[in-house]
């Protein structure tokens, strides 16, 4: 077995993730919830990402200058700003959302929506309870999900330095 494979070995199980650029994205934590009004999320996001987050509604797919962002850093809920997605779990999935391979364990909740007949798995914000998208099983390794995101429910986080 060569270095690449011995590597690509470690990071499928997991070992190496959380050592990753910096993120630890193996740790998963007790997440504080956010309540607000139905008048207060209208104040604070813009009609789409109010569409979004909290009626659960989509963005037209190629629409998000998100979905070719390619630098360090941290994709997080555009809601409350917890944070979902390392950049290097992002990947061009060709579905015109951005994508992710895997989430910051803990910061999303799933629920099963069988909305447009047909049975998917939902996610929303652990913290607000912001609908961010579906989660397939046609991602690439090491996970083999797909966690497909609206761009107005997310913010991006450059990384410092």
Not at 57 to 74: D, M, Q, R, V, Y
Request: proline share 6%.
């Amino acid at each position: 077995m060569n270095r690449r494979k011995f590597i690509q070995l470690l990071l499928a199980l997991g070992i190496f993730s959380r050592f990753l650029k910096g993120f630890d994205a193996m740790a998963e934590e007790k997440i504080d919830t956010l309540t607000l009004s139905d008048d207060e999320w209208k104040k604070k996001l813009a009609p789409k990402q109010y569409d979004v987050l909290r009626h659960e509604g989509t963005e037209a797919p190629f629409t998000s200058p998100l979905n070719t962002e390619k630098h360090e850093g941290i994709f997080a809920c555009a809601g409350c700003g917890l944070p979902l997605f390392p950049s290097n779990y992002k990947f061009d999935s060709g579905t015109g959302w951005p994508s992710f391979f895997d989430v910051f364990k803990g910061h999303v909740v799933t629920k099963k929506d069988t909305s447009l007949f047909m049975a998917r798995t939902e996610y929303h914000c652990a913290r607000c309870g912001g609908h961010q998208g579906h989660v397939f099983e046609d991602g690439p390794a090491p996970t083999g999900l797909r966690y497909c995101n609206n761009g107005v429910a997310l913010t991006f986080v450059p990384k410092k330095g």
